[in-house]
């Protein structure tokens, strides 16, 4: 009748498996296929996460429910579940006019992203509603509410709000906004035991922050100064301002230099220029001699050169020197008041981030520690993307990550880096942190009689371990059967290729009958017959290569018996040394050939 039973038992076997199997991964299918079912819909929507993670949760809640009712001796059974997952808050307020206080339980706690950045600044918003400064005033017609937990679970679930929907798109998109949160988290702030003491540190941090808006408008001033579009810091430009006036003074006027008669670049033109021999000599001479044409070529890169004497900044064109003294005495004072104002606005700044971020890390409010024991992450848009964990490994100390069937060791860097948000499309959707003051959650399990720590198959009951052991039995027998199979195809393939090889093998050549198969080492009167019979070869292949050519050569020696290819000859090298001859005999022709 419960569909969440038959789940629940194949959770049992899912997480035993994980505990004891030797497969390298398990198949959740089963179970999954029992949560697909109870997904299904008319309109065959896709489900968001933080709805599937809510059913799972509430499946495992009335599982535990029903067990615990029917184990139940008169006393009121308890829910793991709830126990460890659930926690109650306290929401006070004001709406309209009158005050209320209502307790409510909590699983996983929703968590605005946008517009924060880091946990603590959600966490705050989280906690205040509406108007709250009339909340201690009797009479006040504002709304509005705080909210205060009153009992904390053992392990604290955020779940974190990366989707909102566009109005103007009209569908839905991921915040991929950078958001912070630490590896522990000290709730005591947020405890309505605490509330009294928080609301003085909120009021302080509020009139702090009032105050540093002052401060970086001021600041923001001297970096960004003047009335035009562009700014820039104040203390540079009273330095330009320094280093114009002790430029060196210009009399004249920045394009009288300039000459506005010189023709265009590349053009040329004619100049009449007098000898010097003519200009010194007699009037006589330069009344006879015509005077000397020479064209001249417009050259703009040696041309236009700025001349030696002109500054390559702009300079005041005429300034006295007790006009220098005082402006330079004035500016030198000017820059040095604004930059000692500028540092001080910015160690008053500083100050007061340090005050804040130091508000609530008093011994009385470091009571409460949460450490970091799982981050959930999504990569990808708001309609699809892919998931994996981070979870910490608390006996070896390290944090390990769940990607699919690869589980890898990991590391803080790299989970901030996946996490935090602001790098490529991932960031973290759902932050476990556990109450670090429960060692018990964490810590191996003793057997009652002997004291040995558990682990793996005897930690859990009789029932599942008989469960695993089958399982792994029959793991066992699929990997001889895959072996078997291996070495069936081994085989086969061994086969196929043997028959290919001897298909493809050209029969061997027929050896005489009184010849050896082998061949024998010369003795020493067989190598001086052989070395006799490879000179007359020489001589005889050498005087009729003169006289009739190589290629009758060729023919006449293969054709008669003047050399017996055999073993013997073989031997000692006669037909070798037969090609060589004629190799080089005719050395147009090669080898192959031959």
């Not at 990366?162 to 569908?171: P, S, V, Y």
Request: net charge negative; charged share 30%.
């Amino acid at each position: 009748e419960h569909r969440n039973l038959p789940f629940m038992l194949e959770l049992r076997y899912l997480f035993s498996l994980l505990v004891s199997s030797k497969r390298k991964y398990v198949d959740p299918s089963r179970a999954v296929e029992i949560l697909k079912d109870a997904f299904k819909s008319n309109d065959s929507q896709q489900q968001d996460v933080s709805e599937f993670t809510h059913k799972l949760l509430d499946w495992l809640e009335d599982a535990f429910q029903i067990k615990a009712e029917e184990e139940r001796e008169g006393e009121k059974p308890k829910n793991p579940m709830v126990e460890l997952f659930y926690g109650r808050f306290l929401a006070v307020g004001i709406h309209e006019g009158k005050k209320f206080e209502n307790t409510e339980m909590f699983g996983q706690y929703p968590l605005q992203v946008n517009g924060f950045k880091d946990l603590h600044e959600c966490l705050e918003a989280a906690m205040v509603e509406g108007e709250i400064e009339s909340l201690h005033s009797e009479n006040s017609g504002k709304s509005g509410q705080e909210h205060w937990f009153s009992e904390l679970p053992p392990v604290l679930t955020f779940e974190l709000s990366r989707f909102e929907f566009n109005q103007a798109l009209g569908r839905p998109e991921k915040i991929h906004n950078k958001l912070e949160f630490p590896p522990c988290l000290y709730m005591d702030r947020y405890m309505h035991k605490n509330r009294d003491i928080t609301r003085i540190k909120r009021d302080e941090i509020k009139r702090l922050k009032e105050h540093l808006t002052l401060l970086q408008q001021r600041l923001e001033r001297y970096l960004s100064y003047g009335s035009g579009p562009k700014r820039f810091p104040l203390a540079d430009v009273l330095q330009y301002a320094l280093e114009f006036a002790s430029s060196k003074p210009v009399c004249t006027s920045p394009v009288e230099d300039i000459d506005v008669t010189a023709p265009p670049s590349g053009s040329m033109g004619t100049q009449t220029v007098q000898s010097p021999i003519d200009h010194q000599g007699s009037s006589t001479t330069s009344e006879t001699q015509p005077p000397t044409q020479r064209t001249v070529v417009h050259k703009p890169f040696t041309q236009s050169r700025i001349p030696a004497d002109l500054p390559m900044h702009p300079a005041p064109r005429n300034i006295t020197d007790e006009e220098l003294t005082v402006l330079e005495g004035c500016l030198h004072r000017w820059r040095t008041e604004v930059e000692m104002d500028t540092r001080d606005l910015q160690d008053s700044i500083g100050r007061i981030h340090r005050t804040i971020e130091l508000m609530y890390s008093d011994k009385l409010m470091t009571q409460v520690p949460y450490k970091l024991h799982a981050v959930l992450v999504h990569e990808g848009q708001a309609n699809a993307g892919h998931y994996w964990a981070y979870i910490f490994d608390h006996h070896e100390k390290r944090w390990m990550k769940y990607n699919d069937i690869s589980v890898t060791k990991s590391s803080w860097e790299e989970l901030e880096r996946d996490s935090f948000g602001g790098y490529r499309n991932a960031s973290a959707y759902c932050l476990m942190y556990i109450n670090d003051e429960e060692k018990h959650l964490m810590q191996e399990e003793f057997d009652k009689e002997t004291g040995q720590i558990l682990s793996g198959m005897d930690t859990l009951p009789c029932d599942l371990r008989e469960f695993v052991k089958e399982d792994n039995r029959r793991f066992e027998k699929e990997l001889e059967e895959w072996d078997k199979e291996q070495l069936r195809k081994f085989e086969q393939e061994k086969m196929i290729i043997s028959q290919k090889t001897l298909k493809q093998t050209p029969p061997p050549a027929a050896v005489p009958l009184n010849e050896p198969e082998y061949m024998e080492q010369p003795t020493r009167t067989e190598l001086l017959e052989i070395n006799e019979e490879t000179t007359n070869v020489i001589a005889q292949v050498v005087a009729e290569s003169e006289d009739k050519g190589p290629e009758a050569v060729l023919q006449t020696q293969y054709m008669s018996n003047s050399v017996k290819i055999t073993p013997k000859s073989l031997r000692g090298g006669v037909y070798k040394l037969y090609l060589l001859v004629y190799y080089f005999a005719e050395n147009k022709m090669t080898i192959m050939k031959f």
